[in-house]
């Protein structure tokens, strides 16, 4: 498990921290989820569809970060670093975070 403490800053934006190894999907968090219920529920629903077999994967680039989903990998890169920047961690992983983003966004609203 990750550990990722989600919170919001002094200005009221949204972020994410994380363990030095998992700087990226901190920024991932702040980047494309942005604190948005909507893009968490999205993106779970997708994890769930691949889960059950009615889809392969998920692929495409946000704001600055790429993200692929398979049945058992997420990777995350930075679209836009001159250094390539890439984290692959567990599916299950990277579901609990979102789950744990919605949980923080849910006490929020």
């Known amino acids: 498990m990750i550990n ?7 200005e009221g934006y949204f972020k994410a921290d994380t363990d030095v190894q998992y700087f990226l999907l ?11 219920i909507g893009v968490c529920t999205d993106l779970l629903e997708t994890i769930q569809e691949i889960e059950i077999g009615d889809r392969t994967e998920l692929e495409g ?11 058992k990998r997420v990777t995350i890169w930075n679209e836009f670093a ?3 920047q890439t984290l692959d961690i567990p ?12 949980i923080f966004l849910q006490t929020m609203s």
Do not use: H, M, P
Request: aromatic letters at 14%; a negative charge; hydrophobic letters at 30%.
């Open 82 to 84: 001159e250094t390539e």
């Open 91 to 102: 599916l299950s992983d990277f579901k609990q975070a979102l789950e744990n983003c919605c």
């Open 26 to 36: 901190g920024q991932y968090f702040e980047t494309e989820v942005q604190g948005v």
């Open 4 to 10: 990722i403490q989600f919170y919001r800053d002094a």
């Open 61 to 71: 680039i946000g704001n600055a970060y790429g993200l692929k989903i398979t049945s």
